[in-house]
């Protein structure tokens, strides 16, 4: 293995000192044209490339961001990572992804660990951190934006998805279809975009002037299995249920799964309405009736923000990227 070419290396070959490279390098003046151009000659024969350490001692930035994201195995945040990754990369910057597990401790660890590595920014999606936590975590970072979260108006970058819009698109197209009874699979109990949809929904039935029970809502894991056991559970409970809301798709499939296991004809005799059309929402039997949320556009729109930061942008960007309710058959 051969070893790696340095800055003495090319001074060496060049004839010339280290601070005339190092002047070279950095495009500093004190240097003759054909000096600059020997060095530059020698740097391309060697192939010699600069170290990112050194570097990020005289920027003080490394050219790395953070990404942490709550389940890097849901769809949502796979997109959503695409479109950081691109945006990132057409601006010269590397991403480091980091998955938390829906677990508040694993997201502090792996935001110490962010801050130990010395990234220019940080992006945090969905955190289940305490406010006063998140606010002390993101204070630490000379750049950072919130996906799906709020710490208060100005005090970070956020891009939001409107969620309380889809939940009350969701619920109000439910109500409209003739469905009294709707069931709401919340997500996480400290999902702050749960908590959002809540809103919408609880809305939806007050623009109806229709009452509903808050034995309808139940609290579960945001993935399939979760979806599929509290259906289970709060149909079993509430057997007058004639439809399911569910925090995100994931959460419907597993519905759907609930429903079969009952033998609960889907949408005869239930309809299921999920949140942000992933790909597998109109892949499965029946279709999912589902609010589309484009997931890469909020990852460009995160870096973008922290882009606008590292440029000096002095005000907090707030970016609410709007959900569309999208018709299928398991909600017609």
Same mark, same amino acid.
């Not at 929904?201 to 034995?215: E, K, L, T, V």
């Given at each position: ?157 956020? %891009?939001?998805? $409107? @969620?309380?819009?889809?939940?009350? !698109?969701? =619920?109000?197209? +439910? ?5 009294? /009874? ?22 939806a039935f007050a623009d109806a002037g229709i009452a509903h029970s808050s034995g ?56 299921? %309405?999920?949140? $942000? @059309?992933?790909?597998?929402?109109? !892949?499965? =039997?029946?279709? +999912? ?5 484009? /997931? ?37």
């Amino acid at each position: 293995m051969s070893r790696r070419i340095t800055m003495s290396d090319v001074a060496r070959e060049a004839g010339v000192s280290l601070m005339t490279v190092s002047r070279v390098l950095n495009n500093k003046g004190d240097v003759s044209t054909a000096t600059r151009q020997r060095v530059q000659g020698v740097i391309l024969r060697l192939g010699y490339r600069p170290s990112e350490v050194a570097r990020s001692l005289v920027t003080r930035r490394t050219g790395t961001v953070g990404l942490v994201v709550p389940d890097n195995a849901n769809p949502f945040f796979s997109e959503l990572a695409r479109g950081v990754e691109h945006t990132a990369y057409a601006s010269g910057y590397s991403v480091l992804l980091c998955n938390t597990e829906e677990n508040p401790e694993r997201e502090n660890a792996v935001l110490l660990t962010l801050e130990d590595k010395r990234v220019d920014g940080v992006i945090l999606c969905s955190s289940r951190l305490g406010s006063e936590e998140l606010q002390a975590a993101v204070s630490r970072y000379p750049a950072s934006v919130l996906v799906n979260r709020e710490l208060g108006a100005g005090q970070v970058d956020t %891009v939001l998805v $409107d @969620d309380e819009l889809g939940g009350r !698109l969701a =619920t109000a197209h +439910l109500l409209d279809s003739g469905r009294r /009874r709707i069931g709401f699979l919340t997500g996480p109990e400290v999902s702050w975009s749960g908590s959002q949809r809540l809103k919408g929904y609880n809305a939806a039935f007050a623009d109806a002037g229709i009452a509903h029970s808050s034995g309808w809502l139940l609290a579960c894991a945001p993935t399939v299995e979760g979806g599929r056991s509290a259906a289970r559970q709060l149909l079993q409970a509430h057997p007058g249920l004639t439809a399911l809301l569910c925090y995100n798709d994931l959460v419907a499939v597993g519905a759907l799964q609930g429903c079969a296991d009952l033998r609960v004809s889907v949408p005869s005799s239930m309809a299921v %309405v999920g949140f $942000d @059309d992933i790909a597998l929402a109109a !892949l499965v =039997t029946p279709p +999912l009736t589902t609010c589309h949320v484009s /997931r890469y556009d909020v990852g460009c729109e995160a870096m973008r923000s922290l882009l606008s930061r590292f440029d000096g942008q002095p005000e907090p960007r707030r970016v609410v990227i709007r959900p569309e309710l999208v018709v299928r058959a398991s909600a017609p």
